[in-house]
C-alpha cells in the first residue's frame, strides 16, 4: 500500500511501472489513433502496426492510459489480450497538444508511485548533491538489484517535462511541491494486485468495486451489490467469506469501515492491476466489456432462424442478453434471445406476437447500439420497450450508454447508490435538463427532486420505461408492465423499411466510411430526392458528400467505428465550405452553402474552456443530423412532405442556436403532425 504523505509505505518493491515516457505526446497521441483507427488491438497487432512506435512502448502506454481513464477498455480475443477503444478516445484524440499533456498531468495525481518520487525529491531539495540510485535505493528497501533502476527512472524522467514545471535542473520546483501538497489533499490509497493483495482473486474483485465506488458520490456498497457482481462471473461467496476478506483488507489499512452488511468508504483507492489479472479474474465482464470471440472478427454469422422462431412462438415477452438470467424474476411467458440472435429474425417481427422487448440489467451498450433501430421501429408501432439500470462504470470512462435512444432521451443518465432499499439500483437523472417537446413524460416515481427509480415516455404509438430498480415479478405487477395488447408492424411502412438507418454506422457489411457514402446518397436521394456532386467522393481534401440540389451544402459522415463525434469532423465541414466558397466565389456568393455532420451522436462539453461537436457547430454555423433524427426525419417526411425551406433549416445552422437538428426535427413533427412519427 503507498499512501501519499506516509513515506513509510513508499516501497517499490514487485510494482511494475510502465516503462515509457508518458510525457513524450508525440508517442502517446501516435499509440491512441493507431488504436482508434484499429478498435481493437492485440500484442501481437502492435507490432504490426506500429511502423514508427515500439509495441514494447504502445502496450506500456495503454497500460497506464487505462488505468487512468483514456479511452481505452481490456478484454480477451481466444487466448489474447486486446486493448479496444471505447467512445472517450476520439475526444481525447482530438484535443490540443497543451490540452492532452495537462489531463495526463492532471491524471497522474491519482497514481501514487510518481506522486511519491515527487514527495522524495522534495527531502532531497536541499541537498548539495544527489543521484537517481540514491532515490532507487530509497524507494526499494536500499536495493539497486533486479532492474530497479527501471523502476524509477521513467517516473523522475516525467517529472523533468519542461512543460509541467514541476523539476528544474534536478530540484523540485514551487509548482512541483504545490502538486504534492494537492495530491495529499485527495488521499488515494494504492493498492497493488500481487505485492498487496496477494494475487488473490476474491481480494482483487472486491478491491476492484470497492475502487470504481470510491470515486462515486455515494461512497459505500451493500453486501448485495457484491453478491451480484460475484454471481455474474459464476464466482459464488458466502457471507462469511466475504466477511473474512473485507476484514483482510481493513487489516491492510484499506480506507473503509463495515456496518450493517454495508461497506463504507472514506477516502479514494486506486487499483492497481495488470491486464493479465484484469481479464483472468472476469473484471471486463463486470465492466460490461465482453470476450470477443476469436472466430467472429470478420465472420457473419449463421443462425437456425427456424428454431428461434418456433422459441418466441405465441410469446409476448421478449428479453435481450447475452447471458442466463433468472426468468423467474420476469412475466411468464417471457423467452430470452442474446444480442445475434435477435438481429437474426428481426425481419420476423411483424409475424410475431411479442408486444414487449426487455432489457435486462447489465446489457451492452455497443450491442444494443447495433440493434436500436429495430427497437425504434417496434417502439413506434407500438411496442413496449423496458431498461432495466446498465453496469457501473469505471473511473474515468465515458458511458454515453443511452445515446442510442431518441434525442431527449439520449442524455439520461443513471448513477448506482444505496437508497436503504434492496431492490433499488440507483436512479436516473438528466443531467442537461429536462426538455421534452417530442417524447412525452407520461409517469414517473422520485427518490429525490429530478431523480427517478421510474420513467415511462411516450415514442411513436409505444412507449420507452426506465426501471432502477432489480427485476422481479412483483415489480412488473406494481408498475402495470404487462402490455396485453397486440400490435401490428407494417412490414411495408417506412418506419419499418428504414430501421437500419439508426443503427447504420454499426451495420455488420459496413467497414469503412466510403461504404457509407452510396447508402446515404440513396437515402436521401429517395426520401428528399437530393442530387449530389459525383465528382466529390469523399477522397483527400475533398468533403465526404457534396450537395447541389435542392440547396448547397458540405457534408462529413463520422467513421463507422466511432459511437459518438467529436469537435475534429465539425471543424473539418467547416474548412471544406469555406475552401470551396474561397475557390469558387462566382459560384456561390449568391448562393449559401450549408454544412453538416452526420453520425451517432454527438459530444457536449461543461465549461467555457472545452468544445465539444455541439459547441464547435453552434461556433462555426454547422449543422449536427444523428442518424435516429435523420430516421426520425424520414419517417415524418413519409406522413406529410416536407419542403425544401424546412429541409433547409435542418441542414443549415445559420442562426448558430441549434446546432443539433434534432431540436428542429421535433418541433416541425411537433408542428406539423400533432406529434406523430
Known sequence: ???????????????????????????????????????????????????RVRSEDIREIFY??????????????????????????????????NELKNLIL??????????????????????????????????????LEGGRLDNTHPLLRWSKDPDWELVKNG??????????????????????????????????????????????????????????????????????????YIHELIDMEMPIELENKEIFIKDLIYHDITPKYYVKFNLNILDGINNIDVHNKDKVLTTDVESILMKLNSKKFLIIHDDNINLNDYPKYSTLLNYNDFFSINNELPNLKINTIIIPPHWRPLE???????LLSFIIAGGSLIIFHGSMGRIGSNRNLFNWLPYELSRISFIHSNLGDNK??????????????????????????????????????????????????ELFSKYNLILNEDIKIDDKSIYWIYRYVPSINRSPTIKTEYQMYPLLKDIFKSNFNFEFDPDIKGKP??????????????????????????????????????????????????????????????????????????????????SLISYISLYELICFNSLKKINVNELEKIFFNRDGLDSEASIKIYNLIKKGYDGKI
Open 64 to 97: 497506464l492510459l487505462w488505468k487512468l481513464g483514456f479511452g481505452i477498455e481490456v478484454s480477451q480475443r481466444g487466448r489474447e489480450l486486446v486493448f479496444i477503444a471505447n467512445d472517450k478516445l476520439g475526444s481525447i484524440i482530438e484535443m490540443k497538444d
Open 541 to 622: 481534401g475533398q468533403t465526404d458528400l457534396f450537395i447541389i440540389d435542392p440547396f448547397y451544402c458540405c457534408c462529413e459522415v463520422t467513421p463507422p467505428s466511432s459511437n459518438a463525434t467529436g469537435f475534429s469532423k465539425v471543424s473539418e465541414v467547416h474548412g471544406h465550405r469555406e475552401t470551396m466558397i474561397h475557390k469558387n466565389k462566382e459560384k456561390f456568393k449568391v448562393n449559401y452553402v450549408g454544412a453538416c455532420v452526420l453520425g451517432p451522436s454527438f459530444t457536449i462539453e461543461d465549461g467555457y474552456d472545452k468544445a465539444g461537436a455541439v459547441d464547435m457547430a453552434n461556433a462555426l454555423n454547422v
Open 1 to 51: 500500500m503507498i499512501k501519499i504523505g506516509k513515506k513509510e509505505t513508499y516501497f517499490f518493491d514487485g510494482i511494475h511501472i510502465p516503462r515509457i515516457y508518458i510525457n513524450n505526446l508525440d508517442k502517446v497521441r501516435s499509440s491512441l489513433e493507431i488504436l482508434n483507427q484499429n478498435g481493437i488491438l492485440s500484442y501481437k497487432e502492435m507490432t504490426e502496426k506500429t511502423e
Open 171 to 244: 530540484r523540485i520546483t514551487t509548482k512541483g511541491i504545490k502538486y504534492v501538497e494537492e495530491c495529499k489533499k485527495m488521499n488515494v490509497f494504492y493498492f497493488h494486485h500481487t505485492v498487496d493483495l496477494k494475487a488473490s482473486r476474491e481480494l482483487n474483485i472486491i478491491t476492484y468495486l470497492i475502487s470504481k465506488q470510491s470515486y462515486e458520490k455515494i461512497k459505500s456498497l451493500k453486501y448485495e451489490y457484491i453478491y451480484d457482481c460475484f454471481q455474474d462471473i459464476r464466482l459464488p461467496i458466502s457471507e462469511k467469506e466475504l466477511v473474512s
Open 424 to 473: 433499488i439500483k440507483g436512479f436516473f437523472t438528466f443531467p442537461f435538463g429536462e426538455n421534452f417537446n417530442y417524447v412525452i413524460k407520461k409517469e414517473y416515481e422520485e427518490v429525490g427532486s429530478g431523480r427517478y427509480s421510474f420513467l415511462k415516455f411516450k415514442y411513436g404509438q409505444g412507449t420507452i420505461i426506465f426501471l432502477g430498480y432489480n427485476p422481479s415479478e
Open 106 to 143: 492532471s491524471s497522474l495525481k491519482i497514481y501514487n508511485p510518481f506522486v511519491a518520487v515527487l514527495d522524495i525529491l522534495i527531502e532531497y531539495r536541499d541537498k548539495s548533491k544527489f543521484t537517481e540510485k540514491e532515490i532507487t535505493k530509497k524507494l526499494h528497501g536500499g536495493s
Open 368 to 374: 444494443i447500439s447495433k440493434i436500436n433501430g429495430i
